[in-house]
């Protein structure tokens, strides 16, 4: 019913950069905050970077400065950009959307697959 497909993750080296995408798909109604978390290994998931419609921006203090979430409403898409990468930024990035879909009357949070980032030293 509903699909979220996201791309952009790989390899690159510490001080690289990588911007990552999800595009929401479906019988979607509205979509309110998108966002990205992470996980690494041995780790619990992460908050990373939140976008609400309004366009206020919420990062965690490991990435601020380097890391930038922007979404195309149009596009049901939200971006993470970033740059300066560090090997401690390895870990499976997912993308989180809250929306309500066509048909239901409470909105609710919908996972991607996850992409793998990994930065070499």
């Known amino acids: 019913q509903v699909q979220l497909v996201e791309s952009g993750g790989g390899l690159v080296q510490a001080g690289g950069s990588l911007r990552l995408s999800c595009a929401a798909s479906g019988s979607i109604f509205t979509i309110n905050t998108m966002g990205w978390y992470r996980q690494a290994p041995g780790k619990q998931r992460e908050l990373v970077a939140a976008i609400p419609r309004s366009g206020n921006t919420n990062y965690a203090d490991s990435v601020k400065g380097r890391f930038t979430i922007s979404r195309d409403n149009a596009k049901n898409t939200v971006y993470l950009q970033m740059n300066s990468l560090k090997p401690e930024d390895t870990a499976i990035y997912y993308c989180?959307?809250?929306?309500?879909?066509?048909?239901?009357?409470?909105?609710?949070?919908?996972w991607g697959k996850g992409t793998l980032v990994t930065v070499s030293s």
């Open positions: 989180n959307v809250f929306m309500i879909v066509t048909g239901q009357l409470y909105g609710m949070d919908y």
